[in-house]
């Protein structure tokens, strides 16, 4: 959990545990990773007396109104809106109407065809851009070359209609090339046209292993955690390393909702059970970025007016069943570090041949998906 501004720090053990717990599940089985014990116990001891913990600042409670400070000093709004699938006058209006309610983040992609949506729905609600944090990802398909990467930001940028974007992330491991394309990011980043980088779909291995080309880590990871799944070994390896957890699907798209004891939870508080998946994000410290292009439901993600006690949220601990609703784009935080390090991974690795998913016409050859799917 991000620590709220005057928090005192959390104590230095805490990490111990939830490292060893992560180390005792294998990292995905990849627990080799951290060398002999010897080393990791070194290791372990250095890096407790490097903890920084990202640090929340503003707002009566975590959500709206409330920032949380980046590892490089950037502050970025603790609430956002998913803009999946906000496409049109609908999505345009319920952009605007996200941001007359007091958003001040919105999520998007290149990929998601959004970006012009959101140029306009901050005109509609009567805002600058430089009041709102945009974050967008990189075309996964434009990793085939770095001249492609640049190519994708240009387009992002012309599309906002802006010199800047304030979070520029890889949208997946799968893409390839990640130490190449990952480099080229905190290069953008330096030339000024990113105030900040991430990733999005990462896991532990993946992240280790920029660490280990002694790359910069990420400042934020933008994953599928939400109530039914949590990813605590993930979520701890972030505290760790100061990346800010965006919660992607932080709903699972509705799909858990009316199958867990969350629906008698809600029932009990008076609340839904959108209300209390996303209370628990923000409470959790993350940056929960749910979509709706309804503007009853937009309200309602906001999610304030009441806070979860120590043993409701403990409560929700107990949901977590590694449910899954991204089933393309979440399993690939699994994908070896060496299958996208330097190379493109064949689409077979992921999924990415499964038919009648994706954008674009699915012609069953995989240089064609490749052209297609992202
Ligand atoms: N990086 C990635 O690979 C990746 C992958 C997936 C998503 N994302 C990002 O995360 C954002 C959110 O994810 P998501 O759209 O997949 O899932 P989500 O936010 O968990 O759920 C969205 C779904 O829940 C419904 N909904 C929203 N608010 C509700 C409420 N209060 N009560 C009942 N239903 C509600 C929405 O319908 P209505 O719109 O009809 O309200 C929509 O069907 C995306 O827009 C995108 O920005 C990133």
Redo the contacts with the bound molecule.
């Keep these: 959990m991000a620590a709220v501004a005057d928090d005192s720090p959390p104590s230095r053990g805490r990490w111990g545990r939830a490292r060893r717990e992560a180390c005792a599940q294998g990292y995905g089985g990849r627990r080799s990773r951290w060398g002999s014990d010897a080393k990791a116990e070194k290791t372990s001891a250095q890096e407790e007396e490097d903890f920084r913990p990202l640090v929340l600042e503003g707002g009566p409670r975590p959500g709206v109104g409330c920032f949380l400070r980046l590892r490089r000093g950037l502050r970025m709004p603790q609430l956002g809106l ?4 906000l496409e049109g006058r609908e999505g345009r209006e319920a952009i605007a109407a996200a941001l007359r309610a007091g958003y001040r983040l919105i ?2 992609a290149l990929y998601y065809r959004t970006e012009k949506e959101i140029a306009a729905g901050i005109r509609l609600a009567g805002l600058s851009r430089s009041e709102v944090f945009i974050s967008t ?1 990189v075309l996964q398909k434009a990793h085939a070359s770095n001249a492609q990467v640049r190519e994708s930001l240009k387009e992002s940028l012309k599309n906002l209609g802006s010199n800047y974007v304030d979070l520029y992330l890889i ?2 491991p799968r893409a390839g090339r990640i130490k190449e394309v990952w480099a080229l990011l905190l290069q953008l980043r330096d030339e000024g046209l990113a105030r900040a980088v991430g990733v ?2 990462f896991g532990i291995a993946q992240l280790e292993g920029l660490r280990e080309a002694g790359l910069e880590l990420p400042e934020v990871n ?1 994953i599928e955690v939400h109530c039914w799944r949590q990813l605590p070994e993930v979520t701890a390896y972030h505290e760790r390393h100061g990346i800010a957890t965006m919660t ?7 799909r858990m ?1 009316g199958h867990s004891d969350l629906a008698k939870m809600a029932e009990e508080l008076g609340r ?1 059970e ?1 209300e209390l998946a996303i209370r628990w994000s923000l409470q959790k410290g993350f940056v929960p ?6 503007s009853r ?1 937009i309200l ?2 906001m999610a304030d007016g009441f806070d979860l006690n120590q043993r409701q949220m403990d409560r929700i601990a107990q949901l977590d069943s590694g449910y899954m609703s ?1 089933t393309m ?1 979440s399993p690939c935080h699994e994908l070896a570090w060496e299958l996208v390090a330097d190379s493109i991974p064949h689409p077979d690795a992921w999924g990415g041949n499964r038919k009648g998913k994706g954008r674009g016409k699915h012609t069953g050859s995989w240089t064609d998906d490749y052209q297609t799917w992202w």
Excluded at 82 to 85: D, Q, R
Excluded at 248 to 254: I, V
Excluded at 289 to 294: F, G, R
């Design positions: 998913g803009s999946g699938g999520d998007t990802k949208h997946n999005s779909n933008q992607m699907a932080p709903l699972a798209r509705g909702f839904s959108a970025i749910p979509k709706s292009i309804n439901r309602q993600n991204c784009a």
